[in-house]
């Protein structure tokens, strides 16, 4: 089995920075596109930035210039470097990445969601 764990949320005040990270482990064959999705109270969840095996990135417009989405493919971890955080990027993050297992099925995959609080 896989899993995606999570880790470097937290609360930070407005201006400030944080760095999550997400490893995902088990039975990989291989990692296609890695992404940060993120989900806040009373709203749909919504793609903050991905990259692909390649390093290629794109972001949501309300995050570029001050997220920074990066992968490390040795160790199948993705970051989410974030600067200059604002009230508004407060939120539940999630990363997802789609998987092809050794068992050569492939499909997306989640974590289990790290929150973030910018207090103004």
């Known amino acids: 089995q896989v899993q995606l764990v999570e880790s470097g949320g937290g609360l930070v005040q407005a201006g400030g920075s944080l760095r999550l990270s997400c490893a995902a482990s088990?039975?990989?064959?291989?990692?296609?596109?890695m992404r940060w999705y993120r989900q806040a109270p009373g709203k749909q969840r919504e793609l903050v930035a991905a990259?692909?095996?390649?390093?290629?990135?794109n972001y949501a417009d309300s995050v570029k210039g001050r997220f920074t989405i990066s992968r490390d493919n040795a160790t199948n971890t993705v970051y989410l470097q974030m600067n200059s955080l604002k009230p508004e990027d407060t939120a539940v993050y999630y990363c997802?990445?789609?998987?092809?297992?050794?068992?050569?099925?492939?499909?997306?995959?989640w974590g289990q969601g790290t929150q973030v609080t910018v207090s103004s």
């Open positions: 088990g039975s990989i064959f291989s990692i296609n596109v």
């Open positions: 997802n990445a789609n998987i092809i297992t050794r068992q050569r099925t492939q499909r997306p995959y």
């Open positions: 990259i692909t095996s390649g390093g290629s990135t």
